[in-house]
């Protein structure tokens, strides 16, 4: 029976109830969620997996309708942030905005992005520039979401305005505020990246898996974000599906450490799994040669470790005191003057590091450094730091499995 005029704009032509409302809008959202960050995050920014060309598109029509986002345009924006981060160039780094700003004004920080013209052709290139993309998705950005609201309207009258204001809400917030903001504020840590990047849970299912941001800051292109095996990355499961009915395919995902035992000498195997795994490889120095020297430099002190030395100080050892303020910096380095064995083990974290991060050395000359730097860490008679040299020299890389 057709609807009278006041049922329409009650309830529009499907006379949803709420419970139905708000299942079809847990639904819109999640879609909404995978077309971001599946589509535009893993494939298009960081080629980690291609979608059959029908997916493809039905995500990006879907972002066109419900975010008005420009692909080429949100592609650039990512890279320049994995590019910039945490440095005033970052286009969201909460330890410039301020978290405040990127939290409840991503939106605007977005947008400010959006104007820099030739950031977005730099970082932008090998985005989707088709008929469709140049004459409907591009021009008629702001035209997808007004299409969305009247297309609301018809379809559950009054309520749809409700539920498309929720929508155009979802990605600012989450997105934009949660992963930009939180995500590099709060959290725990996988992985000793060179930025601030957390881990917000364990269990990445609310925002498609982004809430797993440290693990993608360690691993940029892996498809997958999930990497220790209590972590569950529902972008993943979908990737996972696709790729089984052949709509999918996984193109690069993070490659598993192995250990080789009776390796005395680094080598060319060594030095490809460090560059790889630089991060765990940094992680694994904290864990298990700083904290453990820490401990031990408070029980000969007989004091607490919470009392030698503040958990902010501890947390700055990590990379020499790089998110400091520059006072907590000054205290943090005479502290570590002042103890001879922290000091030849920060010292040795810190040429580690630089080793690995340095881009100027050829393989020969790096591997070369690395086997002068396992020299003199077992020189030291530091146990622990002996103990790190002897499985670092094992690191060689499994096949993925993915």
Same mark, same amino acid.
């Given at each position: 029976?057709?609807?009278?005029?006041l049922?329409?704009?009650?309830?529009g032509?499907?006379?949803?109830g709420?419970?139905?409302?708000?299942?079809?809008?847990?639904?819109?959202?999640?879609?909404?969620?995978?077309?971001?960050?599946?589509?535009?995050?893993?494939?298009?920014?960081?080629?980690?997996?291609?979608?059959?060309?029908?997916i493809?598109?039905?995500?990006?029509f879907?972002?066109?309708?419900?975010?008005?986002?420009?692909?080429?345009?949100?592609?650039?924006?990512h890279?320049?942030?994995?590019?910039?981060?945490?440095?005033?160039?970052?286009?969201?780094?909460?330890r410039f905005?301020?978290?405040?700003?990127?939290?409840?004004?991503?939106?605007?920080?977005?947008?400010?992005a959006?104007?820099?013209?030739?950031?977005?052709?730099?970082?932008?290139?090998?985005?989707?520039?088709?008929?469709?993309?140049?004459?409907?998705?591009?021009?008629?950005? @702001?035209?997808?979401?007004?299409?969305?609201?009247?297309?609301?309207?018809?379809?559950?009258?009054?309520?749809?305005?409700?539920?498309?204001?929720?929508q155009? &809400?979802?990605?600012p917030?989450?997105a934009?505020?949660?992963?930009n903001g939180?995500?590099?504020?709060?959290?725990?840590?996988n992985?000793?990246?060179?930025?601030?990047? @957390?881990?917000?849970?364990?269990?990445?299912?609310?925002?498609?898996?982004?809430?797993?941001?440290?693990?993608?800051?360690?691993?940029?292109?892996?498809?997958?974000?999930?990497?220790?095996?209590?972590?569950?990355d529902?972008?993943? &499961?979908?990737?996972?599906?696709?790729?089984?009915?052949?709509?999918?395919?996984?193109?690069?995902?993070?490659?598993?450490?192995?250990?080789?035992?009776?390796?005395?000498?680094?080598?060319?195997? @060594?030095?490809?799994?460090?560059l @790889?795994?630089?991060?765990?490889?940094?992680?694994?120095?904290?864990?298990?040669?700083?904290?453990?020297?820490?401990?031990?430099?408070?029980?000969?002190?007989?004091?607490?470790?919470?009392?030698?030395?503040p958990?902010?100080?501890?947390?700055?050892l990590?990379d020499?005191?790089?998110?400091?303020k520059?006072?907590?910096r000054?205290?943090?380095?005479?502290?570590?003057?002042?103890?001879?064995?922290?000091?030849?083990?920060?010292?040795h974290?810190?040429?580690?590091?630089?080793?690995?991060?340095?881009?100027?050395?050829?393989?020969?000359?790096?591997?070369?450094?690395?086997?002068?730097?396992?020299?003199?860490?077992?020189?030291?008679?530091?146990?622990?730091?002996q103990?790190?040299?002897?499985?670092?020299?094992?690191?060689?890389?499994q096949?993925?499995?993915?």
């Amino acid at each position: 029976m057709p609807v009278s005029l006041l049922e329409f704009l009650s309830g529009g032509l499907l006379q949803f109830g709420w419970g139905a409302m708000l299942l079809y809008l847990l639904a819109a959202t999640q879609l909404t969620i995978f077309a971001v960050t599946l589509y535009l995050h893993r494939s298009q920014a960081h080629r980690g997996v291609d979608f059959h060309p029908v997916i493809a598109h039905v995500f990006r029509f879907w972002t066109w309708l419900t975010t008005s986002m420009i692909t080429r345009e949100w592609v650039a924006i990512h890279r320049k942030h994995h590019a910039k981060c945490e440095t005033e160039d970052d286009p969201h780094s909460p330890r410039f905005k301020g978290i405040r700003t990127v939290f409840w004004q991503g939106v605007e920080l977005y947008r400010e992005a959006r104007g820099m013209r030739a950031d977005i052709e730099q970082y932008g290139k090998g985005a989707p520039d088709d008929w469709i993309e140049r004459k409907v998705y591009t021009p008629w950005a @702001t035209f997808g979401p007004t299409l969305l609201l009247f297309v609301s309207f018809a379809l559950f009258g009054f309520k749809g305005i409700a539920v498309w204001a929720i929508q155009m &809400a979802w990605i600012p917030f989450w997105a934009a505020g949660v992963v930009n903001g939180l995500g590099h504020w709060w959290g725990y840590r996988n992985f000793e990246t060179t930025d601030t990047a @957390t881990n917000l849970t364990p269990w990445g299912v609310w925002i498609g898996g982004e809430e797993l941001h440290n693990n993608h800051h360690a691993f940029p292109s892996s498809a997958k974000f999930a990497l220790r095996k209590w972590e569950f990355d529902i972008g993943w &499961a979908v990737i996972r599906g696709l790729e089984m009915v052949g709509l999918a395919k996984v193109l690069r995902v993070a490659p598993s450490l192995d250990v080789r035992p009776n390796i005395h000498v680094p080598d060319t195997d @060594t030095m490809r799994a460090l560059l @790889t795994h630089r991060f765990q490889a940094m992680t694994d120095y904290q864990r298990n040669v700083l904290k453990p020297a820490l401990r031990e430099e408070a029980q000969a002190a007989g004091a607490r470790l919470r009392a030698l030395l503040p958990r902010r100080l501890r947390k700055g050892l990590v990379d020499d005191g790089r998110w400091l303020k520059p006072d907590a910096r000054e205290q943090l380095q005479a502290w570590v003057a002042q103890r001879p064995r922290i000091r030849t083990l920060v010292e040795h974290r810190a040429r580690l590091s630089a080793l690995l991060e340095a881009r100027s050395q050829n393989a020969g000359e790096a591997l070369q450094a690395l086997q002068a730097w396992c020299r003199e860490a077992e020189a030291t008679g530091i146990r622990a730091l002996q103990d790190y040299s002897m499985r670092l020299k094992g690191y060689s890389l499994q096949s993925a499995r993915v």
